[in-house]
């Protein structure tokens, strides 16, 4: 069966990548929750997409231009009302959520902007203070850091994000030793694709995936897992069974 896994938590019903969003995100029953790290000035693991933060806090500038007690003593709460003054968390205060739910965590290293140095280490240490390297999976549009989370011997799957159409994207997932592939859902045009994917060992998760049309084609096609910003609707859609 094809898992949910809510997209930066239920970032419809709350701010994204804050802990409101992954708790909301558990309650709805998400098969798994993906998020973004980046590090601060100071070395430390922030949770927040973007490489700047203006579109979802009170601030301006770089992330790694602020210190983490610069970072959080911003509104992250983009506006949506209930939620005025919540904070950006670190990657530990969304761990001490969501590593005691037994869902699985994709995280994303957003390190294809900004070089990060250090940056798997850092997360691998702290998967590993967690003890939930089997229910991890790392992902990057920066292949290079893929490459080298594998040479550090991770145990946590790995897999390759991307947003151009790749042609024949296992076969260069294969040349990288990644277990996985997360394609931009619209680059998800066949069904034989899924197929090839799966006939070559490895995963596909789509992102993201919001339309009820899209979501019941993934479900038909069997990839094994689905990005969604919507993740009640996704839930309600494959627990139905529709595949209209």
């Avoid at 798997?120 to 549009?141: C, H, M, N, P």
Wanted: hydrophobic residues 45%; aromatic residues 8%; glycine residues 8%.
């Amino acid at each position: 069966m094809t898992q949910v896994w809510g997209h930066r938590g239920a970032r419809r019903e709350a701010p994204e990548n804050t802990v409101s969003s992954f708790r909301r995100a558990l309650e709805l029953g998400v098969d798994g929750v993906e998020f973004d790290v980046q590090l601060t000035a100071d070395g430390e693991l922030v949770v927040i997409h973007d490489e700047t933060v203006e579109r979802t806090t009170s601030g301006n500038g770089h992330v790694n231009s602020f210190s983490l007690a610069q970072l959080q003593r911003l509104d992250a709460s983009a506006g949506i009302e209930g939620f005025a003054g919540v904070p950006i968390p670190t990657l530990a205060e969304v761990l001490d959520v969501v590593a005691p739910s037994g869902v699985l965590l994709n995280i994303e290293l957003k390190n294809s902007v900004e070089e990060y140095p250090g940056l798997e280490e850092k997360v691998l240490a702290a998967v590993a203070a967690y003890g939930i390297a089997d229910r991890v999976v790392l992902s990057s549009f920066n292949h290079y850091s893929l490459k080298h989370l594998l040479d550090l011997g991770t145990t946590c799957e790995v897999a390759m994000l991307y947003t151009d159409p790749l042609y024949r994207p296992w076969r260069y997932a294969e040349d990288l030793g990644v277990a996985a592939i997360h394609p931009p859902a619209r680059y998800v045009v066949r069904e034989r694709t899924v197929k090839k994917v799966h006939k070559h060992g490895m995963a596909i998760r789509p992102w993201v995936v919001n339309s009820e049309y899209r979501l019941s084609q993934m479900f038909r096609w069997g990839v094994d897992a689905v990005f969604t910003d919507v993740p009640d609707v996704a839930l309600r859609l494959r627990d139905a069974g529709s595949l209209a």
